[in-house]
């Protein structure tokens, strides 16, 4: 079973975010794989044991240091990965330009499934799967919480949640599948994976390389962090009446939602 992870590095969920015009200020961040990701990963690694053949290739665009996360999924137990590293792209990317840029490398490899996490965590925009797809003129199926491929990997059973339950679809494959929390549990990188994991290939192009020449679609000119939340009001007393007269009133002329 051939698959693709399309994985992205994320500034990690402890860090201090400081906002700078229309980007964050990147000096001191430490960068990990984002951690829906890793269930994508994980998902690659488990559909090829249970085949017991093929390959997990890692697919990331991103600059020199997304390397670091890049061999963290090699040690995992991936075979090898494609590393879009060019600055003029990578920097102004929105989700079609990711998309675009991922389908592209993702064209020149073989596979039955393509592997991403719901969502980055840095900018939850969740639109990069469907848009991958897309681009692939393949079907995807998001919020994966389970997946069964069937033994000639002509079609899968899947599990994903929806709003207030779940729902089993079927779907032909190829197909791209966005991982949830749930899904599985990521193992962790031994240290003889890590030690592997330095000689596992991987192959760096460009935008160019690729074909891939249009910019984003979408530009962002300004980020600020949401305003302060303004201390809450306590209405004393104890008559019950007078307090949920007086509540009525602050929602009414202070608050303005009634």
Request: net charge negative.
């Amino acid at each position: 079973m051939n698959t693709v992870v399309c994985m992205k590095q994320v500034p990690d969920t402890e860090t201090l975010i400081k906002v700078a015009g229309a980007g964050i200020v990147t000096d001191g961040i430490k960068w990990v794989m984002s951690s829906f990701d890793e269930f994508a990963v994980e998902e690659a690694l488990q559909q090829k044991e249970k085949m017991k053949a093929g390959a997990v290739t890692i697919v990331s665009l991103g600059p020199d240091r997304a390397i670091e996360a890049i061999r963290t999924g090699l040690a995992m137990g991936a075979d090898n990965a494609v590393h879009i590293n060019d600055a003029g792209y990578y920097e102004k990317a929105d989700p079609y330009a990711t998309a675009a840029v991922l389908a592209a490398a993702i064209k020149g490899l073989q596979y039955d499934c393509v592997f991403l996490g719901k969502q980055a965590i840095d900018d939850d925009s969740g639109q990069v799967p469907a848009m991958v797809a897309e681009q692939l003129g393949i079907p995807v199926v998001t919020q994966v919480l389970k997946l069964e491929v069937a033994a000639d990997k002509s079609k899968a059973t899947v599990t994903r949640e929806v709003e207030g339950g779940q729902a089993v679809v079927e779907v032909a494959l190829p197909a791209v599948f966005s991982a949830q929390k749930g899904l599985n549990e990521p193992r962790y990188a031994s240290l003889p994976g890590i030690m592997k994991a330095k000689k596992k290939p991987v192959d760096v192009k460009t935008a160019a390389d690729l074909g891939i020449t249009a910019g984003p679609a979408t530009v962002v000119k300004e980020m600020s962090l949401p305003p302060a939340r303004q201390a809450g009001k306590i209405i004393a007393g104890d008559d019950a009446a007078a307090k949920a007269a007086a509540l009525a009133k602050a929602l009414h002329d202070e608050v303005k939602i009634i």
